[in-house]
Protein backbone atom coordinates (compact mmCIF):
# COMPACT_ATOMS: atom_id res chain seq x y z
CA UNK A 1 0.00 0.00 0.00
CA UNK A 2 2.96 2.33 0.84
CA UNK A 3 2.98 5.79 1.80
CA UNK A 4 0.35 6.88 -0.18
CA UNK A 5 0.19 10.34 -1.17
CA UNK A 6 4.11 10.72 -0.50
CA UNK A 7 5.15 13.56 2.20
CA UNK A 8 2.91 16.05 0.75
CA UNK A 9 0.64 14.00 -1.14
CA UNK A 10 -2.44 15.70 -2.45
CA UNK A 11 -6.02 14.68 -2.65
CA UNK A 12 -7.72 16.78 0.19
CA UNK A 13 -8.74 20.16 0.62
CA UNK A 14 -6.01 22.56 2.29
CA UNK A 15 -6.97 24.13 5.20
CA UNK A 16 -5.47 26.54 7.25
CA UNK A 17 -2.26 25.26 9.17
CA UNK A 18 -2.47 25.73 12.81
CA UNK A 19 0.99 25.37 14.35
CA UNK A 20 1.07 25.33 17.92
CA UNK A 21 3.98 26.56 20.04
CA UNK A 22 4.54 25.02 23.40
CA UNK A 23 4.38 27.53 26.43
CA UNK A 24 2.78 28.56 29.25
CA UNK A 25 2.17 32.19 29.27
CA UNK A 26 0.61 32.73 32.88
CA UNK A 27 1.36 30.94 35.56
CA UNK A 28 -1.27 28.58 36.54
CA UNK A 29 -1.78 26.63 40.17
CA UNK A 30 0.20 23.92 39.06
CA UNK A 31 3.49 26.28 38.58
CA UNK A 32 3.02 27.97 41.55
CA UNK A 33 3.02 24.56 43.50
CA UNK A 34 6.29 23.47 41.70
CA UNK A 35 8.07 27.06 42.31
CA UNK A 36 6.67 26.49 46.16
CA UNK A 37 7.99 23.17 46.32
CA UNK A 38 11.69 24.37 44.90
CA UNK A 39 11.64 27.09 47.05
CA UNK A 40 11.28 24.77 50.23
CA UNK A 41 13.57 22.36 48.95
CA UNK A 42 16.33 24.90 48.25
CA UNK A 43 15.75 26.09 52.53
CA UNK A 44 15.88 22.72 53.41
CA UNK A 45 18.89 21.91 51.63
CA UNK A 46 20.73 25.24 53.49
CA UNK A 47 19.38 23.94 56.42
CA UNK A 48 20.61 20.24 56.23
CA UNK A 49 23.81 21.70 55.32
CA UNK A 50 24.34 23.54 58.45
CA UNK A 51 23.25 21.08 60.94
CA UNK A 52 26.10 19.02 59.11
CA UNK A 53 28.66 21.36 59.45
CA UNK A 54 27.84 22.01 62.84
CA UNK A 55 28.06 17.94 63.95
CA UNK A 56 31.22 17.85 62.38
CA UNK A 57 32.69 21.10 64.49
CA UNK A 58 30.82 19.51 67.29
CA UNK A 59 32.97 16.03 67.38
CA UNK A 60 35.91 15.63 65.18
CA UNK A 61 35.87 12.36 66.77
CA UNK A 62 32.16 11.47 65.66
CA UNK A 63 31.35 9.73 62.27
CA UNK A 64 28.92 12.13 59.57
CA UNK A 65 25.36 11.08 59.95
CA UNK A 66 24.59 8.24 57.58
CA UNK A 67 22.27 9.80 54.27
CA UNK A 68 19.70 7.50 53.06
CA UNK A 69 19.98 6.90 49.47
CA UNK A 70 17.21 8.17 47.59
CA UNK A 71 14.90 5.60 45.59
CA UNK A 72 14.92 5.09 42.11
CA UNK A 73 12.13 5.19 39.44
CA UNK A 74 13.47 4.69 36.61
CA UNK A 75 16.52 3.16 34.40
CA UNK A 76 17.90 3.50 30.85
CA UNK A 77 18.71 0.44 29.11
CA UNK A 78 20.86 -0.41 26.22
CA UNK A 79 18.96 -2.31 23.05
CA UNK A 80 21.16 -5.13 24.30
CA UNK A 81 18.69 -5.16 27.61
CA UNK A 82 21.58 -4.15 29.96
CA UNK A 83 20.28 -1.53 32.47
CA UNK A 84 22.73 1.77 32.49
CA UNK A 85 22.75 4.47 35.97
CA UNK A 86 19.30 4.70 37.29
CA UNK A 87 17.97 8.48 38.39
CA UNK A 88 16.73 9.60 41.10
CA UNK A 89 12.56 9.77 41.65
CA UNK A 90 11.71 12.87 41.11
CA UNK A 91 7.90 12.87 41.57
CA UNK A 92 5.57 10.29 44.22
CA UNK A 93 3.48 9.72 46.96
CA UNK A 94 5.89 8.78 48.94
CA UNK A 95 7.72 11.34 51.88
CA UNK A 96 10.16 12.66 50.64
CA UNK A 97 13.46 12.29 52.47
CA UNK A 98 15.82 15.44 53.63
CA UNK A 99 18.13 14.55 50.96
CA UNK A 100 16.02 13.93 48.21
CA UNK A 101 15.26 17.73 47.13
CA UNK A 102 13.77 19.08 43.84
CA UNK A 103 16.57 20.45 41.19
CA UNK A 104 15.58 23.65 39.43
CA UNK A 105 14.95 21.81 35.74
CA UNK A 106 17.75 24.38 35.07
CA UNK A 107 20.34 22.31 36.70
CA UNK A 108 19.37 19.52 34.27
CA UNK A 109 20.87 21.58 31.88
CA UNK A 110 23.39 23.52 32.87
CA UNK A 111 25.06 20.65 35.19
CA UNK A 112 23.95 18.66 38.13
CA UNK A 113 23.60 19.95 41.74
CA UNK A 114 27.40 19.84 42.71
CA UNK A 115 27.79 21.75 39.07
CA UNK A 116 29.50 19.37 37.07
CA UNK A 117 28.47 20.77 33.31
CA UNK A 118 26.87 17.90 31.77
CA UNK A 119 27.62 17.10 27.65
CA UNK A 120 26.18 19.44 25.27
CA UNK A 121 23.23 19.43 23.33
CA UNK A 122 23.20 19.17 19.88
CA UNK A 123 19.79 20.79 19.90
CA UNK A 124 17.61 22.10 22.25
CA UNK A 125 14.39 22.01 20.47
CA UNK A 126 11.78 19.53 21.48
CA UNK A 127 8.93 19.21 18.73
CA UNK A 128 5.98 17.57 21.24
CA UNK A 129 3.65 15.00 18.74
CA UNK A 130 0.56 13.94 20.64
CA UNK A 131 -1.39 10.42 20.57
CA UNK A 132 -4.92 9.84 19.03
CA UNK A 133 -7.72 11.34 20.57
CA UNK A 134 -5.54 14.49 22.35
CA UNK A 135 -4.08 17.25 21.58
CA UNK A 136 -1.46 19.48 21.79
CA UNK A 137 -3.14 20.39 25.04
CA UNK A 138 -1.69 17.41 26.78
CA UNK A 139 1.55 18.81 26.73
CA UNK A 140 1.62 21.36 28.92
CA UNK A 141 3.35 20.06 31.75
CA UNK A 142 6.25 18.76 29.87
CA UNK A 143 5.93 22.27 27.60
CA UNK A 144 6.66 24.17 30.89
CA UNK A 145 9.25 22.03 31.99
CA UNK A 146 11.32 22.40 28.96
CA UNK A 147 11.00 25.55 28.79
CA UNK A 148 12.08 26.36 32.42
CA UNK A 149 14.97 24.22 31.75
CA UNK A 150 15.97 26.41 29.00
CA UNK A 151 14.73 24.64 26.52
CA UNK A 152 12.37 25.33 23.60
CA UNK A 153 9.03 23.44 23.30
CA UNK A 154 6.77 23.26 20.14
CA UNK A 155 3.52 21.13 20.48
CA UNK A 156 1.37 20.07 17.28
CA UNK A 157 -1.55 19.85 16.59
CA UNK A 158 -2.58 17.20 13.92
CA UNK A 159 -5.59 17.42 11.61
CA UNK A 160 -8.04 17.22 13.04
CA UNK A 161 -6.89 17.26 16.30
CA UNK A 162 -7.15 19.77 19.27
CA UNK A 163 -8.12 22.84 17.68
CA UNK A 164 -7.28 22.22 14.56
CA UNK A 165 -10.66 22.92 12.31
CA UNK A 166 -10.83 19.90 10.09
CA UNK A 167 -13.04 17.17 10.52
CA UNK A 168 -11.52 13.41 11.71
CA UNK A 169 -13.70 11.74 9.05
CA UNK A 170 -12.44 13.81 6.67
CA UNK A 171 -8.56 12.42 6.60
CA UNK A 172 -8.12 9.90 4.38
CA UNK A 173 -3.91 9.02 4.49
CA UNK A 174 -1.14 9.85 6.90
CA UNK A 175 0.07 12.37 4.61
CA UNK A 176 -2.64 14.72 5.60
CA UNK A 177 -2.81 13.50 9.47
CA UNK A 178 0.71 14.39 9.49
CA UNK A 179 0.83 17.50 7.04
CA UNK A 180 1.31 20.42 10.29
CA UNK A 181 3.87 18.42 11.51
CA UNK A 182 5.53 18.06 7.79
CA UNK A 183 4.99 21.60 7.02
CA UNK A 184 6.85 22.74 10.56
CA UNK A 185 9.97 20.48 9.28
CA UNK A 186 9.75 22.14 6.05
CA UNK A 187 9.95 25.48 7.42
CA UNK A 188 13.22 24.62 9.52
CA UNK A 189 16.49 26.09 8.24
CA UNK A 190 19.08 24.39 6.37
CA UNK A 191 21.15 23.78 9.53
CA UNK A 192 18.25 23.28 12.28
CA UNK A 193 17.74 20.21 13.86
CA UNK A 194 15.20 18.93 16.10
CA UNK A 195 14.19 16.53 18.71
CA UNK A 196 10.72 14.57 17.64
CA UNK A 197 8.71 12.92 20.71
CA UNK A 198 6.03 11.50 20.33
CA UNK A 199 3.25 9.48 21.91
CA UNK A 200 0.72 6.77 21.03
CA UNK A 201 -0.32 7.17 17.07
CA UNK A 202 2.04 10.00 17.34
CA UNK A 203 4.32 7.54 16.73
CA UNK A 204 4.12 6.45 13.46
CA UNK A 205 3.47 9.93 12.41
CA UNK A 206 7.17 10.83 13.44
CA UNK A 207 8.50 7.98 11.49
CA UNK A 208 6.46 9.23 8.61
CA UNK A 209 8.11 12.82 9.32
CA UNK A 210 11.47 10.57 9.66
CA UNK A 211 11.98 9.25 5.95
CA UNK A 212 10.40 12.60 4.74
CA UNK A 213 12.86 15.05 6.83
CA UNK A 214 15.91 12.81 8.05
CA UNK A 215 18.43 15.35 8.05
CA UNK A 216 15.98 17.74 10.52
CA UNK A 217 15.62 15.19 13.32
CA UNK A 218 18.57 14.23 15.69
CA UNK A 219 16.72 12.02 17.84
CA UNK A 220 13.12 10.75 17.93
CA UNK A 221 11.91 9.89 21.00
CA UNK A 222 8.58 7.16 20.83
CA UNK A 223 6.79 7.50 24.23
CA UNK A 224 4.47 4.75 24.76
CA UNK A 225 4.12 4.80 21.30
CA UNK A 226 4.06 2.83 18.08
CA UNK A 227 7.34 2.33 16.60
CA UNK A 228 6.25 0.89 13.46
CA UNK A 229 8.63 -0.84 10.79
CA UNK A 230 8.64 -0.88 7.09
CA UNK A 231 5.17 -1.63 5.54
CA UNK A 232 3.32 -1.94 8.99
CA UNK A 233 0.25 -0.05 10.07
CA UNK A 234 -0.35 1.66 13.05
CA UNK A 235 -2.84 -0.29 14.24
CA UNK A 236 -0.75 -3.24 14.15
CA UNK A 237 1.05 -2.33 17.32
CA UNK A 238 -2.57 -1.77 19.27
CA UNK A 239 -3.76 -4.99 18.33
CA UNK A 240 -4.05 -7.55 20.40
CA UNK A 241 -3.19 -11.00 19.79
CA UNK A 242 -5.90 -12.84 22.02
CA UNK A 243 -9.48 -11.50 22.09
CA UNK A 244 -10.25 -10.83 25.33
CA UNK A 245 -14.24 -9.79 26.68
CA UNK A 246 -12.75 -7.60 29.15
CA UNK A 247 -10.14 -5.61 26.90
CA UNK A 248 -10.64 -2.32 27.85
CA UNK A 249 -9.38 -1.19 24.54
CA UNK A 250 -12.06 -2.86 22.58
CA UNK A 251 -15.01 -1.97 25.23
CA UNK A 252 -13.57 1.82 24.48
CA UNK A 253 -13.84 2.09 20.84
CA UNK A 254 -16.94 2.97 19.22
CA UNK A 255 -16.28 3.01 15.27
CA UNK A 256 -17.48 6.75 13.39
CA UNK A 257 -18.55 6.52 9.83
CA UNK A 258 -18.83 9.44 7.40
CA UNK A 259 -22.24 10.45 6.75
CA UNK A 260 -23.53 7.36 7.59
CA UNK A 261 -23.11 6.37 4.40
CA UNK A 262 -19.08 5.00 4.32
CA UNK A 263 -18.81 1.24 3.91
CA UNK A 264 -15.68 1.65 6.55
CA UNK A 265 -15.04 3.57 9.39
CA UNK A 266 -13.74 7.31 9.05
CA UNK A 267 -12.89 7.94 12.78
CA UNK A 268 -12.76 6.09 16.02
CA UNK A 269 -14.31 7.39 19.26
CA UNK A 270 -13.24 6.90 22.76
CA UNK A 271 -15.74 6.14 25.61
CA UNK A 272 -15.75 8.71 27.79
CA UNK A 273 -16.70 5.94 30.49
CA UNK A 274 -13.37 3.59 29.83
CA UNK A 275 -11.04 6.08 28.57
CA UNK A 276 -10.23 6.83 32.29
CA UNK A 277 -9.28 3.12 32.87
CA UNK A 278 -7.35 2.91 29.21
CA UNK A 279 -5.26 6.00 29.08
CA UNK A 280 -5.12 8.11 32.40
CA UNK A 281 -5.40 5.10 35.58
CA UNK A 282 -2.59 6.88 37.11
CA UNK A 283 -2.98 10.23 36.36
CA UNK A 284 -4.78 13.20 38.47
CA UNK A 285 -8.15 13.93 38.62
CA UNK A 286 -7.51 17.39 36.81
CA UNK A 287 -5.70 16.47 34.30
CA UNK A 288 -8.33 13.71 33.52
CA UNK A 289 -10.95 16.08 33.78
CA UNK A 290 -8.95 18.51 30.92
CA UNK A 291 -8.71 15.21 28.19
CA UNK A 292 -12.50 14.44 28.98
CA UNK A 293 -13.63 17.98 27.37
CA UNK A 294 -10.68 18.21 25.10
CA UNK A 295 -10.34 14.73 23.21
CA UNK A 296 -11.96 13.94 19.68
CA UNK A 297 -12.16 11.33 17.39
CA UNK A 298 -9.19 10.02 15.63
CA UNK A 299 -9.19 9.38 12.16
CA UNK A 300 -8.90 5.67 10.69
CA UNK A 301 -7.39 5.95 7.20
CA UNK A 302 -3.89 6.91 8.98
CA UNK A 303 -3.88 3.89 11.36
CA UNK A 304 -4.90 1.71 8.65
CA UNK A 305 -2.35 3.06 6.73
CA UNK A 306 1.01 1.01 5.67
CA UNK A 307 4.01 3.54 5.91
CA UNK A 308 7.12 2.59 3.88
CA UNK A 309 10.08 3.29 5.50
CA UNK A 310 14.06 2.97 4.41
CA UNK A 311 17.11 2.00 6.07
CA UNK A 312 18.54 5.37 4.38
CA UNK A 313 16.19 7.95 5.71
CA UNK A 314 14.06 6.42 8.78
CA UNK A 315 17.33 4.60 9.76
CA UNK A 316 19.47 7.39 9.79
CA UNK A 317 17.53 8.74 12.53
CA UNK A 318 18.46 7.64 16.31
CA UNK A 319 15.88 6.54 18.23
CA UNK A 320 14.83 6.06 21.62
CA UNK A 321 11.85 4.32 23.54
CA UNK A 322 10.08 5.28 26.98
CA UNK A 323 8.12 2.46 28.22
CA UNK A 324 5.28 2.67 30.79
CA UNK A 325 4.63 0.14 32.79
CA UNK A 326 1.55 0.28 34.53
CA UNK A 327 -0.08 1.37 31.22
CA UNK A 328 -3.63 -0.27 29.83
CA UNK A 329 -3.76 1.24 26.38
CA UNK A 330 -0.87 -0.59 25.02
CA UNK A 331 0.78 -2.81 27.78
CA UNK A 332 4.02 -3.56 28.57
CA UNK A 333 4.29 -6.60 27.03
CA UNK A 334 3.35 -5.32 23.94
CA UNK A 335 5.38 -2.54 24.48
CA UNK A 336 8.34 -4.87 24.78
CA UNK A 337 7.41 -7.02 21.62
CA UNK A 338 7.63 -4.13 19.63
CA UNK A 339 10.97 -3.20 21.17
CA UNK A 340 12.62 -6.29 20.23
CA UNK A 341 11.00 -6.32 16.62
CA UNK A 342 12.76 -3.05 16.34
CA UNK A 343 15.09 -1.89 18.75
CA UNK A 344 16.19 1.47 19.31
CA UNK A 345 19.24 2.75 20.12
CA UNK A 346 18.27 3.23 23.88
CA UNK A 347 15.01 1.77 25.82
CA UNK A 348 14.38 3.97 29.26
CA UNK A 349 10.97 2.49 32.01
CA UNK A 350 8.92 4.94 33.59
CA UNK A 351 7.46 2.88 36.32
CA UNK A 352 4.12 3.60 37.96
CA UNK A 353 3.31 5.48 34.71
CA UNK A 354 0.11 5.11 33.31
CA UNK A 355 -0.23 5.53 29.47
CA UNK A 356 0.08 8.92 29.71
CA UNK A 357 3.33 9.97 31.70
CA UNK A 358 2.99 13.47 30.51
CA UNK A 359 0.27 13.36 33.13
CA UNK A 360 1.06 10.74 35.56
CA UNK A 361 4.75 10.98 35.71
CA UNK A 362 5.72 14.65 34.22
CA UNK A 363 8.92 15.20 36.36
CA UNK A 364 10.40 11.77 35.14
CA UNK A 365 9.13 11.94 31.46
CA UNK A 366 10.93 15.54 31.48
CA UNK A 367 14.01 13.98 33.06
CA UNK A 368 14.34 10.78 30.86
CA UNK A 369 13.77 13.51 27.58
CA UNK A 370 16.86 15.63 28.99
CA UNK A 371 18.93 12.90 29.08
CA UNK A 372 18.18 11.56 25.70
CA UNK A 373 18.84 14.96 24.62
CA UNK A 374 22.63 14.87 26.41
CA UNK A 375 23.43 11.64 24.66
CA UNK A 376 25.89 12.00 22.77
CA UNK A 377 27.40 11.19 19.56
CA UNK A 378 27.60 7.00 19.37
Known sequence: MGNQMGCFGGGEPKKKKKVVTGGLRKRGGWEDGVIEQQALAKALQ?????????ERNASSQEQGAKIVP?????????????????????ASTRARHLDDLLLDPRQLVNGSKEGVVKASIETKHFVLVHGGGLGSWCWY???ALLEESGLVATAIDLRGSGIDSMDPNEIGSMAVYAEPLLNFLDKLGSDEKVILVAHNIGG??????????????????????????????AFDVFVRQEKNEDD??????????????????????????????????RSPAKDVALAMVSMRPIPFPPAMEKITLTSEKYGSVRRFYIETVVDHALPFELQQNMINLNPPEQVFTLKGSDHSPFFSKPQSLHKTLVDIAMIGAK
Not at 70 to 90: C, I, L, N, V, W
Request: net charge positive; with cysteine.
Open 248 to 281: LMRKAQRFLYKNRTSSTPTAVELDRNSVKDLFFN
Open 70 to 90: PRKSYAGRTAGGAYKDEFKRS
Open 204 to 233: ACISYAMECFPGKVSKAVFVAAAMITDGQR
Open 46 to 54: QQHKAQMRF
Open 141 to 143: KSI
